[in-house]
């Protein structure tokens, strides 16, 4: 079965930082690229993040210059290093993967979410 598993998720005060890792589990080929969004309570689920199959990277002006997405294709994980954490920053953190599947071909794949609160 194929699936992404998120974690690293928490409570931290402003100021610090987290840093949220993407599991890709299955038999998968290659991960074509990932997005990190947000969502927060009566809010659209917004792009935070997003790295493209070859390296490319894309931020949103809200979070350019303290977030930053990395990844280790040896595990089939990708990371989102927050630091300088901002109150404004609290909400269910989800990834988002296209990935390759031995014998099924591309599929678009979301993490169950992982919920970061930042204090004030």
């Known amino acids: 079965q194929v699936q992404l598993v998120e974690s690293g998720g928490g409570l931290v005060q402003a100021g610090g930082s987290l840093r949220l890792s993407c599991a890709a589990s299955g038999s998968i080929l290659s991960i074509n690229g990932m997005g990190w969004y947000r969502q927060a309570p009566g809010k659209q689920r917004e792009l935070v993040a997003a790295?493209?199959?070859?390296?490319?990277?894309y931020y949103a002006d809200s979070v350019r210059g303290r977030f930053t997405v990395s990844r280790d294709n040896a595990k089939n994980t990708g990371y989102l290093q927050m630091s300088s954490l901002k109150p404004e920053d609290t909400a269910v953190y989800y990834c988002?993967?296209?990935?390759?599947?031995?014998?099924?071909?591309?599929?678009?794949?979301w993490g169950q979410g992982t919920q970061v609160t930042v204090s004030s």
């Open positions: 790295m493209t199959r070859g390296g490319d990277t």
């Open positions: 988002n993967a296209q990935l390759l599947i031995l014998y099924k071909g591309g599929g678009d794949y």
